[in-house]
């Protein structure tokens, strides 16, 4: 098992990363001494396929526990979904010593996040992400939230959770559709920090399709490293951590405008990301060379890299993006590379300038 620390002071947090931790949670959350009673979240794929292993192992670790079902869905990350959480857990008489299990993927994480950030002011939760993509990346870092029918994420707190529980044997079953989306988010940290693990990638993009568990475990491992480096430094988003927006600006407007149901997160963000990489060779002295790498290594992942959108589909792009948390002052601030492995963020970028990329590869 690997173990990576996200040194945050008083709130600090292990990610443990290996096969069979679902059925060792209870002992795992009886160590951070946690109240004897909590909820575990999840949604209706999740619940079928471990619902039932989680809560009979915080039983054996003398918990009790109650198993609250959400539909699975970007769509589910709604004020609605919260109620239904709130009600079970008021009805199950969850208290201020009590906490949540979030148990699915990054929607799940997300909801019972905020869910915990928010019942009786706050209360404990543990992040127990089953996909790539949470595993990576919503799970850790403290960010949680809910949509908005007007933007991604736009209700929301910093909650961190009390441990991530990283089961490898989860991925063996995530449809290829999915893991390919989580990694997008792990190219990602190639991108924005560390050249050596891009060319990593490069080199062992087909391990990680074929879910060859010693690189799987090196790709998490860094990834969440990478993320614990800039949360440690910027916990609320106050400036570097705005790196990890990188390809967010675009990939969440292009989730609003399809409603959350046309693309995966990290599909949306694959298209975003190389759209970036684009604007970063035109605005930010990226090398084209570097620009082209990024572009084929998420075409080798099987990921979308162009968006066909029509007039009236641009306007809605661009409205969204205006709503996106990172603009200020009503301007969309970019996050740009200058080579692989290092960007800057709080950039501008011209209209015009994301029009152009947008409509490359048509």
Known sequence: MRTVKVPLGTRSYNIRIG?????????????????QRCAVITDSKGSPRYGKRVTKSLAQAGFESVLIEVPAGEKSKNMRSMETCFNA????????????????????????????ASYLRGIRFVQVPTTLLAQVDSSVGGKTGINLSAGKNLVGAFHQPELVLCDLDSLKTLPRRELRAGLAEVIKYGIIYDARFFKWLENNIEALLKRDERAMTHAIARSCQIKADVVAEDEKEGGLRAILNFGHTIGHAIEAITSYGKYLHGEAISIGQVKAARLSAALHGLPETDADRIESLFKRTGLPVNIKLGTSQTKKLFAAMKLDKKVSGGTVKFVLADR?????????????????VLAMGK
Do not use: K, M, T, W
């Not at 201020?96 to 997300?110: K, Q, T």
């Open 340 to 356: 692989i492995g290092h960007v800057d963020f709080g950039l501008n970028v011209p209209d015009s300038e994301i029009a152009g």
């Open 89 to 116: 857990l008021a009805e199950h008489r969850l208290e201020r010593g009590s906490f949540i299990v979030a148990l699915g993927g990054g929607v799940v994480g997300d909801l019972a996040g905020y869910v915990a």
């Open 19 to 35: 096969s069979r931790l679902l059925d060792d949670i209870g002992s795992q959350c009886r160590r951070l001494g946690l109240g």
